[in-house]
C-alpha cells in the first residue's frame, strides 16, 4: 500500500486575501452586530468556565465524540462539555458566540478562509508541534489550517474528496453505466429520468450540496488556477468565461431534470438525501465522503450488495484535470485565544484527537484519517468492503494533482453567504450564468 501524500501533492490552501485588514474589521463588526440580537444557543453557556472546557462540533462527528469520552474519563476534574449542532446554522452560531464573548475554548471549522477571518480578528491561538505533535498530521492536509506561517488547528477527522455515489440495481434496471464522461452523465440522466427514477439525489434546500456540481464543473472547464486567482483576491475572477461556463452546465443539468422535482424542498441535515439513494428512488449522489460512514449506519445491506462510486466525471474539451478533486482535506479543531483552559486544550488535541485508537475508529468506519505512516494499518482492514473503499478514497487523494477545499469555507465569510445565494439561484436558473460572475465580482470588491 503506498503512501498518504506528504507536500509533494498539491492541497488548495486559500491565500490570505489582499483585504487583510478590512476583512478583520467586517468579521469584528459582524460579530458585534449577531452579539445584539442574542445571547447564543439555547442551553449554552458558552465561553470559558474555571474548571473543565467547552467544545462545539457538527452533530455527525461521531468519533470525535469517542476522543471527548476518552478524555474525560482519564481527565474527571477538567471534563470537556460537548456540544453538537446541524451543519446549516453551525456556522452562524459560532459567529454569534463569539461576538458575546461565549464562544466555547475549541471549536471546529472546515480550515480555510471563514477559520482564517477569526485568525485575523485574533480570536485563535497558534499551535506549535512541541504543543500538540503536528508532525504526525499529513503536511499538505495541515495547509488548511495555516496562514502566514502559523498553524490555527489540528485536523479532527478522516479526509474528505467529493465523490458521486450511485445504486447498482437501479443503474442495472435502467440500463446504464458509471458515468466517466460529462456527456456520460447526461445520458445517464435521460436514462434513469425515463424509467421513472430521480437521476440524481440533491439536497438544494441546504444550498452548498449544489455547490459541490459549481465547484467540479468549474474545475473541469477552466483548470484549478480559475478559483486560486478568485481566492487570492481577484474580483475579476468571477466574470471568467469558465465560471459562466459552469454555470451554464449546472443549468443544463437542471433543466435535463437531473435532480427531480422537489430538490429544493430536501434538506441535507435530516438524511432525506441519503434515503433516496439507498431505497432506490433516485440514481446518484454527489457528496463528500463521510456519506459512507451515514450508508453504512442507515443501510448495510445496500452497501455490501448495491453501493457504487466513482470519480466525479471528466469533461472533454475542458482545460481541467480530470483528477482533481474538491471537497475538504479535513475538518478542525482550533483553540479560541481568550480560553481559561488552554493547558488541558492542548493536552486534549496532543494525546487524544486522531491518536491510534482514533485512527483504528476512523479505518474501522471507513474514513482515512490525515496522518502519516497508515501503510500497516490499512492493510489490517479485514472488511472487503471497507477496504476498496478506503482504497479509492486513499487513491483518489493520492493522485489528484490539486485537492480544492470547498469554497463556502475557502473564501472568506463576506464572500460565502452570497456565493451559497448565488448558487442556489442559478440553479434555480433566477439568474442567467453570467449574472453569477457578475453578482459574485460585485461581492469580492
Request: hydrophobic share 40%; proline share 4%.
Amino acid at each position: 500500500m503506498r503512501r498518504i501524500p506528504g507536500p509533494g501533492a498539491r492541497f488548495a490552501s486559500t491565500p490570505r486575501t489582499r483585504r487583510g485588514i478590512g476583512v478583520a474589521v467586517t468579521l469584528t463588526a459582524a460579530l458585534s452586530l449577531a452579539a445584539c440580537g442574542t445571547s447564543g444557543p439555547a442551553g449554552s453557556s458558552g465561553g470559558s468556565s474555571s474548571k473543565g472546557l467547552t467544545m462545539w462540533a457538527l452533530n455527525d462527528q461521531t468519533i470525535l465524540k469517542e476522543s471527548v469520552d476518552a478524555y474525560n474519563k482519564d481527565h474527571p476534574d477538567q471534563k470537556i462539555t460537548l456540544r453538537l449542532f446541524a451543519g446549516d446554522d453551525y456556522k452562524q452560531k459560532l459567529r454569534v458566540a463569539f461576538g458575546a464573548n461565549q464562544a466555547p475554548d475549541i471549536f471546529f471549522s472546515w480550515g480555510g478562509g471563514a477559520l482564517d477571518d477569526y485568525v485575523k480578528a485574533g480570536k485563535v491561538d497558534t499551535l506549535s508541534d512541541a504543543q500538540v505533535d503536528l508532525l504526525r498530521f499529513t503536511p499538505s492536509v495541515l495547509k488548511t489550517a495555516t496562514f502566514d506561517g502559523q498553524v490555527y488547528g489540528v485536523p479532527a477527522n478522516g479526509l474528505a474528496p467529493v465523490v458521486l455515489y450511485y445504486n447498482k440495481k437501479v443503474f442495472k434496471d435502467a440500463g446504464v453505466e458509471a458515468p466517466k464522461t460529462y456527456d456520460d452523465l447526461l445520458t445517464d440522466v435521460k436514462k434513469l429520468k425515463g424509467a421513472g427514477v430521480t437521476p440524481i439525489s440533491l439536497a438544494a434546500n441546504s444550498k452548498w450540496p449544489t455547490l459541490m456540481y459549481l465547484e467540479y464543473l468549474l474545475d473541469r472547464e477552466g483548470g484549478s488556477d480559475v478559483f486560486d486567482g478568485i481566492a487570492s483576491g481577484s474580483a475579476a475572477g468571477w466574470k471568467d468565461a469558465s465560471v459562466t461556463a459552469a454555470n451554464t452546465r449546472l443549468q443544463e443539468l437542471a433543466k435535463a431534470g437531473a435532480f427531480g422535482d422537489n430538490a429544493s424542498s430536501v434538506s441535507y441535515d435530516q438524511g432525506a438525501s441519503t434515503a433516496l439513494l439507498y431505497t432506490g428512488k433516485a440514481g446518484m449522489e454527489l457528496m463528500g465522503t463521510w456519506e459512507y460512514a451515514n450508508l453504512v449506519k442507515a443501510a448495510p445491506d445496500f452497501v455490501k450488495k448495491d453501493l457504487g462510486y466513482v470519480a466525479f466525471p471528466a469533461l472533454s474539451g475542458g482545460k481541467g484535470d480530470a483528477k482533481d478533486i474538491v471537497g475538504n482535506p479535513s475538518n478542525f479543531l482550533s483553540l479560541n485565544s481568550k480560553s481559561k483552559n488552554k493547558s488541558a486544550a492542548l493536552t486534549y488535541f496532543k494525546n487524544y484527537v486522531l491518536n491510534d485508537s482514533q485512527i483504528d475508529a476512523c479505518l474501522a468506519a471507513g474514513s482515512v484519517p490525515p496522518v502519516n505512516k497508515l501503510d500497516s494499518k490499512l492493510a489490517a482492514v479485514k472488511s472487503a468492503d471497507d477496504k476498496k473503499w478506503l482504497t479509492f478514497v486513499y487513491d483518489l487523494v493520492q493522485n489528484s494533482p490539486n485537492f480544492q477545499l470547498s469554497w463556502d469555507q475557502a473564501l472568506s465569510s463576506d464572500q460565502a453567504d452570497p456565493l451559497l445565494t448565488n448558487v442556489d439561484k442559478s440553479f434555480l436558473r433566477q439568474i442567467t450564468p453570467e449574472q453569477f460572475g457578475t453578482n459574485m465580482s460585485k461581492a469580492a470588491q
